[in-house]
T-cell receptor
Framework: ETGVTQTPRHLVMGMTNKKSLKCEQHLGHNAMYWYKQSAKKPLELMFVYNFKEQTENNSVPSRFSPECPNSSHLFLHLHTLQPEDSALYLC?????????????FGPGTRLTVT | AQTVTQSQPEMSVQEAETVTLSCTYDTSESDYYLFWYKQPPSRQMILVIRQEAYKQQNATENRFSVNFQKAAKSFSLKISDSQLGDAAMYFCAAHNNNDMRFGAGTRLTVKP
């Protein structure tokens, strides 16, 4: 275990549903990240939070809405998703968002949009 | 924006032998860090090894070592004495400022 947990581990949702992914880190880190991992594609960085402030949004569609209430928790709210949004969503954390720090990853949420 | 390229979608190695995974990157930054991450079939990504760009000495971690060629922007991973537990997806990553980029990954199979 790396100290980063994600729930749920698997999620199936219809295109009209609203759901949320949760990430929690127990490492005392101040930066948290959402990534999308699709088959045979590089990991795509979606959002970066540093000390609860969003510092990166890599042109992610508004149907993905992140929330970071504190440095230990990160949510990804989902609504009106498309089938192409089906992927593994990974959460990660690091001491800060500085580039010298390795990131610690959670196990991911496997999302299927039907 | 920086890019990271892993040209080997799949590699295989016999147990106890050595394998090298390739990675090239493109960045205009002078300060950056490079990482190799491993993602076993259980899906939890873990750090294998890291290299600071300003250090000329290649990083090593037990059976894992890198060949860092800064001028060529190459960062390959060598796994010595391969073990069955080394079977996984391996991702190369480059990080500067807030920009973390990953390659598409190399799937490593270890044959007993």
């Amino acid at each position: 275990e790396t100290g980063v947990t994600q729930t749920p581990r698997h999620l199936v949702m219809g295109m009209t549903n609203k759901k949320s992914l949760k990430c929690e880190q127990h490492l005392g880190h101040n930066a948290m990240y959402w990534y999308k991992q699709s088959a045979k594609k590089p990991l795509e960085l979606m959002f970066v939070y540093n000390f609860k402030e969003q510092t990166e949004n890599n042109s992610v569609p508004s149907r993905f809405s992140p929330e970071c209430p504190n440095s230990s928790h990160l949510f990804l709210h989902l609504h009106t998703l498309q089938p192409e949004d089906s992927a593994l969503y990974l959460c990660a954390s690091s001491p800060t968002s500085g580039y010298s720090y390795e990131q610690y990853f959670g196990p991911g949420t496997r999302l299927t949009v039907t | 924006a920086q890019t990271v390229t892993q040209s080997q979608p799949e590699m295989s190695v016999q147990e106890a032998e050595t394998v090298t995974l390739s990675c090239t990157y493109d960045t205009s930054e002078s300060d950056y860090y490079l990482f190799w991450y491993k993602q076993p079939p259980s899906r939890q990504m873990i750090l294998v090894i890291r290299q600071e760009a300003y250090k000329q000495q290649n990083a090593t971690e037990n059976r894992f070592s890198v060949n860092f060629q800064k001028a060529a922007k190459s960062f390959s991973l060598k796994i010595s004495d391969s073990q069955l537990g080394d079977a996984a997806m391996y991702f190369c990553a480059a990080h500067n400022n807030n920009d973390m980029r990953f390659g598409a990954g190399t799937r490593l199979t270890v044959k007993p």
